[in-house]
């Protein structure tokens, strides 16, 4: 099992609509084309897994330190297929003027309201097979816009969207 870790990146617009930040992956690599939240693999060098999920974050959308305020470390959970076991941080952010992307691993950033994510038609199931599952298996996601967000990052998401409009967190 491998350790990673995610930022699940939350802020309030100038409206005061929450808005979540998630990341479509390039093609290429194992999660490839993917709805996720920011962050990769622990590297050698990192003293923690918050310290990873803040890493990736800066290298993969330019979020800095000074703009993060960590508000929950979250249960970790691991991937069904991949063996990765990820550390998921909410953090309320003060988001950029212009978001800086790494375009060898980001295809591009997806700054999603919350009240787009609870609408009915926004969460759906589906029946999918995939080349590392041993059988057909119902899907739960979420649609954001032509994409839909999946697996684990649905698993981190949908136990917090409850949470977050309850107000658990000052975001």
């Known amino acids: 099992m491998q350790d990673a870790a995610i930022l699940v990146p939350v802020y309030r617009s100038g409206d005061g609509e929450l808005h979540i930040v998630m990341v479509l992956r390039s093609d290429g690599g194992v999660h490839g084309g993917q709805v996720a939240f920011p962050g990769g693999k622990r590297d050698d060098c990192d003293v923690s897994m918050l310290e990873t999920a803040l890493r990736e974050a800066r290298e993969e959308v330019g979020l ?13 959970i691991e991937t069904r297929t991949t063996g990765y076991r990820v550390y998921p941080f909410l953090a309320r952010i ?7 992307r790494s375009e060898r691993e980001i ?65």
């Not at 800095?64 to 970790?76: D, Q, R, S």
């Not at 003060?94 to 800086?100: D, H, K, L, N």
């Not at 759906?124 to 979420?142: C, H, L, N, P």
């Open 94 to 100: 003060i988001p950029p003027a212009q978001w800086q």
């Open 64 to 76: 800095t330190v000074e703009t993060i305020e960590v508000l929950a470390h979250l249960p970790a």
């Open 107 to 171: 295809a591009d950033i997806l700054d999603v309201s919350l009240s787009e994510l609870v609408r009915p038609a926004a969460h759906d199931k589906i029946i999918e097979r995939f080349t590392t599952w041993q059988e057909s298996a119902e899907v739960s996601f979420y649609r954001i816009g032509s994409h839909r967000l999946w697996g684990l990052s649905y698993r981190v998401l949908h136990p917090l969207i409850p949470r977050l409009i309850a107000g658990e967190w000052p975001v």
